[in-house]
């Protein structure tokens, strides 16, 4: 009897692991399948710029395709909010930018996502400077004879549009220098650029990309780029903060996210991969050609980073009174 009920605790025990087996395997590595990087703007933006190159490595370092999808829509609240409703499972990531994660949600009054709630941060991937640019009729060379200037008399300024980085760039300006620059928005950089190059109007917070050929043609003047920190690609242009406005930062930036809820795993590898990228030799100098400054971090300093910038822009937008087209 001591033998059979011996026999039958070893089988019984033999049986417990078989039945635990399965559930003991690692899970499979990630990832498996394809990858979609969701962008919210059309080809050819900075964003879908930024977007491609680290795609591109990203596909090589994971041995999956990495598949750029272009949503534009809505300032990129169409994108947006496609990758909130995603599965939680690393295959859908959103290439954000400010506009979305950090602007709209304060400009506009009914996104059917929130950037704090809906969203894991991976990694900020770019920072891409605005320079303050003027037409060189504009008799200021500086931004505290900027400032002076516009005290005494009006004074025009484009931007690609309202809600935009070049328009509240505009509006922290106006609220920390105590001035009253004249708003003029336009479809896109290009038109705005066109019209200050033009004299029609008589500055633009403009991308670094747009504005060096024709600050180097001697058709505009830079004076300050508007980040807090000098770009390597416009050493030497001063910043706004350090040669007028302390503190001033208006930064354009574009970092990845994935949706809620997404494993930490995946969120640290993603992490690590893209950082490798961003310190590639050949991905930075494609990334520069754009006016793009690579600006590699953890998820935990992107999180902290999108929302001081949503506090600051929302105190922004509310004093100025911009709202949404």
Known sequence: MTDLNSKLRFIVAILALVAAAPSALPADPYPTRPIRMIVGFAPGGGTDLTARPVALKLSELL???????????????????????????????????????????????????????????????????????????????????LIALAKQKSLSAGSSGIGATGHLSIELFNLMAGVKLVHVPYKGGGPAMTDLVGGQVQLVFATVASAIPQIKAGRIKGIAVTTVRRSSLTPELPTISETGLTGFDANNWYGIVVPAKTPRAIIDQLNAEVTKILNMEDVKAALHNQGLDPAPGTPEQFGAYIRSERVKWARVIKDSGARAE
């Open 63 to 145: 041995g999956q395709q990495v598949i750029v999808e272009n949503r534009p829509g809505a300032a990129g609240n169409t994108a947006t909010e496609q990758v909130a409703r995603a599965a939680p499972d690393g295959y859908t990531i959103l290439m954000g930018t400010i506009a979305a994660l950090a602007i709209n949600p304060s400009l506009y009054g009914n996104l059917k996502f929130d950037p704090e709630v809906d969203f894991a941060p991976v990694i900020q991937v770019v920072d891409a400077t605005n320079v303050l640019v003027l037409h060189p009729s504009v008799p200021a060379n500086t931004v505290q004879e």
